[in-house]
């Protein structure tokens, strides 16, 4: 048995929820002999043919002190795989997937307690795993660079384009969007003044973790919708005119190639990771010069959009799911 921390399902988490959900859903058909088992809240949130092993543990500190170990003693898989953090205690070998190291390279952009936590317990979880997985070729530069992990440790599994998100209605859409949580990290601010720039209303989706910013938003006229359901989100790329993304650090960047695979020009900063993933199906530009990146994309929206669909068929998650899959097999070997 295989045992996959799957906690973020149900949890409205965006991208670890959306990681953990499609790739256990990627990895049924590619299993073979092996058997999947996944540590969820409620049995229901287990894609079919998945074993549920549910734990409603509510603090998550004795969830992952206590808890975890305590149900993976009783069913004694071979391996288990865990997002972010591992149990201090294993009874077997663990394979650990770190999405970014946002905490260490823009850690004053985060709150004290997380940062604190987060530079405690992903060092130690990275030096006990097995392997570790990392979403992109920037982490597992991070990881190397940050944390002296050994380049062989670390597998690159990039993430993969949901198959919700597909090209609509060819005219231009009348918004631009902003897809990410609100927090200072992904500088949301700078989209509005942007789309206020170009005479375009912003419409921003993501869970709310930063209220005040959140405000700010509302009161520069930005349409704030929090966290939305997946098919409302896909209709929102293919309604917008353009994604903008002004992030000062990501990981991955999934909004990136779900609004290319949706048909829908990208504007964003030169992140490291987005320039990874969009190569040059986006506009990008510094905060300050995003509404004259806005109004490039805007003006040479039939190259992107055929650029971006064309970028966007490379990331698949069947792909990650083999990748995955192949570092299972090499441990369990």
């Known amino acids: 048995m295989i045992v996959v921390d799957a906690d973020y399902l149900g949890r409205s988490r965006t991208g670890d929820e959306t990681y953990v959900e499609n790739l256990l859903r990627a990895l049924v ?6 058997r999947l088992a996944a540590i969820v809240r409620d049995a229901s949130l287990a894609p079919e043919g998945v074993e549920p092993l549910v734990l409603t543990t509510r603090s998550q500190e004795l969830r992952m002190a206590w808890s975890v170990p305590r149900l993976l003693r009783r069913v ?3 391996l288990a795989h865990f997002v972010h953090a591992l149990p ?3 009874p077997c070998p663990a394979v650990l997937t770190v999405q970014d190291l946002s905490f260490e390279r823009e850690g004053a952009l985060m709150g004290a307690r997380d ?3 987060f530079r405690r317990v992903v060092p130690r979880s990275v030096r006990r795993a097995a392997r570790v997985l990392a979403i ?3 982490t597992k530069r991070d ?3 940050l944390y002296g992990v050994p380049e062989e440790k670390v597998v690159v599994t990039p993430l ?3 198959p919700a998100f597909f090209p609509g209605d060819t005219r231009r859409g009348t918004y631009l969007l902003f897809v990410g949580a609100i927090q200072e990290r992904k500088d949301p601010l700078a989209a509005v003044a942007a789309a206020s720039a170009v005479g375009l209303p912003l ?3 993501g869970p709310e973790k930063d209220a005040r910013l959140a405000e700010e938003l509302r009161l520069a006229g930005a349409d704030v919708r929090g966290y939305v359901p997946k098919a409302e989100l896909a209709q929102l790329y293919r309604g917008a005119a353009a994604l903008v993304l002004p992030s000062r650090y990501e990981g991955f960047g999934l909004p990136v190639v779900e609004a290319m695979a949706s048909g829908t020009p990208v504007v964003a900063t030169p992140d490291e990771a987005l320039r990874e993933v969009a190569g040059d199906a986006a506009v990008f530009a510094e905060p300050r010069a995003l509404a004259d990146a806005v109004r490039t994309a805007l003006e040479d929206r039939e190259r992107l959009v055929a650029a971006g669909l064309e970028r966007a068929r490379r990331f698949s998650w069947d792909e990650t799911a083999r990748r995955t899959l192949a570092v299972y097999r090499e441990l369990l070997a």
């Not at 058909?29 to 092996?34: F, H």
């Open 29 to 34: 058909p590619l299993a073979g002999d092996l």
């Open 76 to 78: 004694r898989p071979r």
């Open 88 to 90: 201090p205690r294993l």
């Open 115 to 117: 940062r604190l936590v």
């Open 136 to 138: 992109s070729e920037r």
């Open 143 to 145: 990881l190397v660079e």
């Open 160 to 162: 993969g384009v949901d």
């Open 203 to 205: 419409v921003a989706v």
